[in-house]
T-cell receptor
Framework: AQSVTQPDIHITVSEGASLELRCNYS??????LFWYVQSPGQGLQLLLK??????LVQGIKGFEAEFKRSQSSFNLRKPSVHWSDAAEYFC?????????FGTGTRLLVSP | GAVVSQHPSWVICKSGTSVKIECRSL??????MFWYRQFPKQSLMLMAT?????????EQGVEKDKFLINHASLTLSTLTVTSAHPEDSSFYIC??????????FGSGTRLTVV
């Protein structure tokens, strides 16, 4: 069965520091992987997605993620965090149609 | 890019009444839409898959008679919460799309049942 694990419930990062959010997945075939961001009371915005090809994926807002098949991971990174990046981040794996989400990581940005 | 519009953004209703939430794909046709429920500070749980012109597919544990889904056209799916109770209060989000282009989400509907 498909599953996604985001081991960090909360992460606090200083503004300007680098960020890495962890995501591990379980999927029986080639996964389609996604990272979404959610601000309070809002829907989800797609940051980036991986289907195939280059394992380092560039997304919006300066985010990138690297697919590592051997580690079943798809970690999200950003070299320099801005205060506006504070939000909830969800990793998801997609089958033919539906998505399975991780439990999310809340990012707090300190001054 | 693909845009999904969801209305209303928030709704308050009395216990025992029904509430309808609309999900529209604005610039693409969506044969399949998805309805999720999100409890505070939790992840999204898929409730059902809405298929245009056919019955929705519900996830295990989701009451079909309470959460009625209609996907009457390629651009509109509706979720009706029937005989709502306070425990139905939640954040409901729809999405449309799929492989290989990804999934676009609506902005969500905050339902409060009083």
């Amino acid at each position: 069965a498909q599953s996604v694990t985001q081991p960090d419930i909360h992460i606090t990062v200083s503004e300007g520091a680098s960020l890495e959010l962890r995501c591990n997945y379980s999927y029986g075939a080639t996964p389609y992987l996604f990272w979404y961001v959610q601000s309070p009371g809002q829907g989800l915005q797609l940051l980036l997605k991986y289907f195939s090809g280059d394992t380092l994926v560039q997304g919006i807002k300066g985010f990138e993620a690297e697919f590592k098949r051997s580690q079943s991971s798809f970690n999200l990174r950003k070299p320099s965090v801005h205060w506006s990046d504070a939000a909830e981040y969800f990793c998801a794996v997609g089958g033919f149609q539906k998505l399975v989400f991780g439990t999310g990581t809340r990012l707090l940005v300190s001054p | 890019g693909a845009v999904v519009s969801q209305h209303p953004s928030w709704v308050i209703c009395k216990s025992g009444t029904s509430v309808k939430i609309e999900c529209r794909s604005l610039d693409f046709q969506a044969t399949t839409m998805f309805w999720y429920r999100q409890f505070p500070k939790q992840s999204l749980m898929l409730m059902a898959t809405s298929n245009e012109g056919s019955k929705a597919t519900y996830e295990q544990g989701v009451e079909k008679d309470k959460f009625l889904i209609n996907h009457a056209s390629l651009t509109l799916s509706t979720l009706t919460v029937t005989s709502a109770h306070p425990e139905d209060s939640s954040f409901y989000i729809c999405s449309a799309g799929g492989r290989p282009y990804g999934y676009t989400f609506g902005s969500g509907t905050r339902l409060t049942v009083v």
